[in-house]
Every structure is written in structure tokens, then in C-alpha cells.
């Protein structure tokens, strides 16, 4: 009998050493060095710059209160000029931050995980094409020539920068947002006329 209560004591030892020692391991960290977390960008402001036939147009959207009650202000200056090649740059910013956060800057260097894409609606004909590529020679859009089409009025054009489109898919290297999948850091509109 005293044999059986030994057995008994140990048993219970061993078993409470056992599930002490599952519980330590389960809740320890495995990890020591976590992948960093790629937070989403805050854009508060689209400003595409062109310059071309003596002349500097900006498109720029500006939404202080990010997803607050406020529409985005939009603003143009300058006119376009038909039948005109304009060089295009766009910068995005996070102006909530002071001094204003550069967002091109991070695009630039995660370049192969982003890209601008230029829609259009309208008569005008106009069209966007790509001067800058990533490593592996694809484009990105920061920097694109912008050939304004013919004479027309309420031109629409859509700016959206996409975080790891697949940029491998039919059509994307040549500005085809439709299946380019990823996620949308930013999406804005501009009308726009060309005199």
C-alpha cells in the first residue's frame, strides 16, 4: 500500500512537472525576430505635376480629415494644351504629419511591391505612358509621359497607387488596373479640359 501512495505522489509530481513544463513552452515566443508589420500609408494628398509646351499643370487632391466627413479638395492649375507631350511626376504626401510626410519616398523604395495607374474617361484621347521602372523592369508611375489627346471637355482621369499588385498579369505593364489586384493605398479623380 505505502509502495501505491509513493507511486501515487510521483505520479502526480510527474504529471504536474509535465503539464508545468507544456505551458512554458506553448506561451513562450518562437519568434525572435518577428517580421515588421507594413502599416498602411496615410495619403492625405495626390499632387500630379505636368510640364510641357511652355507650361506647368497640377492636378492635386487634398483630404485633411482622412476618412472624416470632409470630401477631398481638388484642385487644378494650369490648362492643357491638345496635342501636347507633358512630362508627369506625382508625389503622395501625409500632410497630418508636420512637416509633411513624403510617401513617394517609401513607394520608390518598395518600388517592385507598388504602382501608379492612370485611367481615363472622355473624348480627350489621352494617354499615360511609363518612364520608371522597378529592378526587375516593370513600371511604377511615379514619372510618366502624359500625351494630351485632341480638344475636348469633362476629361476624366484616375489616379490610384496600388500596394503589391501582381505585376506579372496580362495588361499591367502597359497600365491595365483591371486585374492587377493588390490593394488600393490611394484612388483619386480629376476632370479636367483640353483647350
Partial sequence: MKT???NMKTFKFLFAYFLASTLLISCSNDDDNPDPVNEEEVITTVRLTLTGGG???VFQS???DGDGPDAPVVTMTGSITASTQYAGSVQFLNELESPAENI???VLEEDDEHQVFYGFSG???STVTYTDMDDDGNPIGVNVSFN????????V???TLRHEPNKDAAGVSGGDISNAGGETDVAVTFSYDVN
Fill in 157 to 159: 482621369l484616375t489616379v
Fill in 123 to 125: 473624348s480627350a484621347g
Fill in 104 to 106: 513617394t519616398t517609401e
Fill in 4 to 6: 501505491q501512495i509513493n
Fill in 148 to 155: 494630351s489627346g485632341v480638344a475636348s471637355t469633362n476629361n
Fill in 55 to 57: 507650361s506647368t499643370v
Fill in 62 to 64: 487634398q483630404d485633411l
